[in-house]
């Protein structure tokens, strides 16, 4: 098994289902506990994608805070917007289908708002990360195919870069792992600041030392 990278030193939920959001942490060495909110996602008549986003992460970690007063909790929502249009999960094949044909040899805007809270501090530091994303152009035929095998329906925008859906991406412009649904760099950042999580061979020197 890989050397982590770093290491919690103070408790930590994700308070988020996303199975993509929880390897990302886990990837560098970020192993905490899920607590997925149950909230209200629907969105505002007229809310613009950043401001969607950064609602529903303070929320879905204001609901988990609650529950656990002393952990930080991290949540995180993403959309896909074109022009003005914000676009989220697809509810049908046929809908994802109609939403890649929309973005294919265009380029669009991945939006993922961010919030990491403690209720016993009252803290709340929320963000948004933009990434812009460019598809090449597919005919009708290959985008169905990507359609149908089910990859789409939980996926902001109706496709995963993470896994199949690579395929229809032709350039990204900003961060990579904030399209998959977390701005890696920005949380580690946040989390460091904070203390939350210290790199592991600083935690490691320092345990040697003792």
Not at 2 to 7: S, W
Not at 94 to 115: D, F, I, P, Q, W
Request: neutral net charge; charged residues 20%.
């Amino acid at each position: 098994m890989p050397t982590p990278v770093f290491l919690l030193k103070k408790p930590l939920l994700l308070a988020s289902a996303s199975p993509r959001r929880r390897r990302l942490l886990a990837s560098v060495g970020i192993d905490c506990p899920v607590h997925p909110a149950v909230i209200d996602e629907s969105r505002r008549p007229g809310e613009s994608g950043e401001k969607y986003v950064l609602r529903l992460a303070a929320a879905k970690a204001q609901a988990v805070a609650e529950r656990f007063p002393e952990s930080f909790v991290l949540a995180a929502d993403t959309v896909v917007c074109q022009a003005k249009r914000v676009i989220g999960k697809p509810a049908s094949t046929e809908e994802a289908a109609r939403t890649l044909a929309a973005l294919t040899g265009k380029s669009h805007r991945v939006l993922t708002g961010y919030c990491l809270a403690q209720k016993i501090t009252d803290l709340q530091v929320t963000g948004c990360v933009v990434s812009r994303v460019r598809f090449a152009a597919w005919d009708a035929e290959t985008l169905a195919a990507y359609a149908a095998c089910g990859e789409p329906l939980d996926k902001a925008g109706a496709y995963g870069i993470q896994g199949a859906g690579a395929f229809l991406v032709e350039r990204v412009f900003g961060s990579s792992t904030n399209v998959i649904g977390l701005p890696l760099s920005e949380i580690i950042e946040l989390l460091l600041d904070l203390g939350v999580i210290v790199p592991a061979a600083v935690a490691l020197t320092g345990e040697a030392e003792e």
